[in-house]
């Protein structure tokens, strides 16, 4: 399952936009504002129409009047907020089981008599997995991971509360909050469990098993192994952390390995759930969609420069669209074919070239001079304007150069902790207060 290209009308701080998808990897970049997260939810709610399809509770996404577009303006001396237009629409050109289609998602659905059955009767893309449901119990009817993580994803194990196992459920179950943006880790730990106790009881390697503990480490910088811990209950890493192998809790891991573990971890399991037949070729050969909002959340910058590769490379059939603030994220990009790079605000996909981190800053990202600190740069402009005011000193009255020293020294209370700099000014201040009484 791909999604090549995404068409939004009305659509929150879009009234109209299009951008184009890569097959493998896309990174959205934009100020804040300028509608990273908006996208990556309009996609899951346009894969959320396959969902429909299974005709059972999977995880099918919610919308409201809040994610209609809206124009704001005053009317006299009244605030008015109203919807330009009344139909939010999103309109997806994508492969499905190997099938082109055109599919859109409409709200309300109602407002056009010319679309009024699309509320009633399935659409095509949603009769392509009735299909796949009717045919579940073949093994040669494999299944697409769909997974949506936003910024609130990770989610923290409530204390001293017991992992259940799991019985035999139906491999729908993997869809379970599958677009729900966060991470369902406690049916994550219930499967890791329940997969971890029978190979114990069966005495036998469980492939699919296996397949997630390969990926969890293959993700994860200096991991050597994970499983599931009967005295701790709950899944245990072996790994090398500032250069000493150390083996810790899930909950005792810090923010960025919890993240990046638990949202790795989400998307093998359910691929697993999902295509069980494959075994041991599960994570290889299913494919996909992930949607990440923020993919470089609680990442130290070194791991920031490995993330998208190790991603590609352990889910090597998996579409990822992912939003992100960090130049590391961007400058990993350079020399894959398989990366497309796309500036919200420029509305197109943009070069990846081989550049600095200040390069990319400055360039792409609109940070002025970040090789030097915000307070150096606050420093210049106190200059500058302190260089202006002692101009004006010689011809002012008495009353003038007063308020002008007052200024002065305001200009000058912010850097106090800097002596270099403030008797570098002051003494301009003398030279120039002295050649006015000359």
Request: proline residues 4%.
């Amino acid at each position: 399952m791909k999604i090549n290209k995404l068409k939004l009308e009305n659509f929150r701080c879009f009234k109209e936009y299009e951008l184009t998808l890569s097959d493998r990897f896309t990174l959205l970049i934009g100020d804040n504002g300028s509608g990273k997260t908006a996208v990556l939810d309009a996609i899951a709610l346009a894969i959320s129409k396959f969902l429909e399809g299974f005709l059972v509770p999977t995880d099918l996404r919610s919308i409201s009047d809040d994610d209609t577009h809206y124009e704001f303006f005053s009317m006299g001396q009244a605030p008015i907020k109203e919807k330009g237009v009344l139909q939010l629409l999103i309109k997806v050109e994508g492969i499905v089981n190997k099938i082109r289609l055109y599919w859109e998602f409409l709200y309300p659905k109602f407002l056009h008599s010319k679309r009024i059955n699309l509320a009633f009767e399935p659409t095509k893309i949603g009769l392509i997995a009735f299909d796949l449901a009717e045919s579940i119990t073949s093994p040669e009817t494999l299944l697409p991971l769909l997974a949506h993580y936003d910024t609130s994803r990770l989610w923290k194990k409530t204390d001293n509360e017991e992992i259940e196992t799991l019985s035999p459920g139906s491999r729908l179950s993997g869809y379970r909050n599958c677009l729900n943006t966060g991470l369902d880790l406690k049916q994550l730990f219930s499967w890791f469990k329940t997969q971890e106790l029978a190979a114990l009881q069966k005495q036998e390697r469980r492939h699919v098993l296996e397949a997630v503990r390969e990926a969890i480490v293959s993700m994860i910088p200096g991991a050597q192994r994970a499983w599931w811990d009967l005295d701790w209950d709950e899944i245990l890493i072996e790994t090398t952390i500032q250069g000493k192998a150390q083996t810790i809790p899930f909950h005792l891991l810090s923010d960025g390995y919890r993240n990046m573990i638990g949202m790795v971890a989400d998307i093998a399991y359910r691929m697993a759930t999902l295509n069980p037949q494959l075994e041991a070729d599960v994570i290889k050969q299913t494919e996909g969609i992930v949607l990440i909002d923020e993919i470089d959340l609680h990442l130290h910058p070194k791991w920031q420069k490995q993330v998208v590769e190790r991603l590609l490379n352990t889910f090597p059939k998996v579409q990822f669209v992912a939003s992100s603030h960090s130049p590391f994220i961007i400058q990993s990009l350079y020399h894959r074919d398989d990366v497309l790079l796309w500036d919200l605000d420029k509305a197109e996909p943009v070069a990846i070239d081989s550049k600095s981190i200040e390069d990319i800053a400055e360039n792409q990202q609109g940070v002025e001079i970040p090789q030097q600190s915000q307070r150096f740069l606050d420093m210049e402009k106190a200059a500058e304007a302190y260089y202006t005011a002692l101009k004006q000193i010689p011809p002012a009255d008495e009353d003038e150069k007063q308020r002008l020293r007052q200024r002065l020294d305001e200009l000058l209370l912010p850097y106090s902790d800097d002596p270099a700099f403030q008797a570098f000014l002051k003494m301009e201040r003398l030279a120039v207060e002295g050649s006015g009484k000359a």
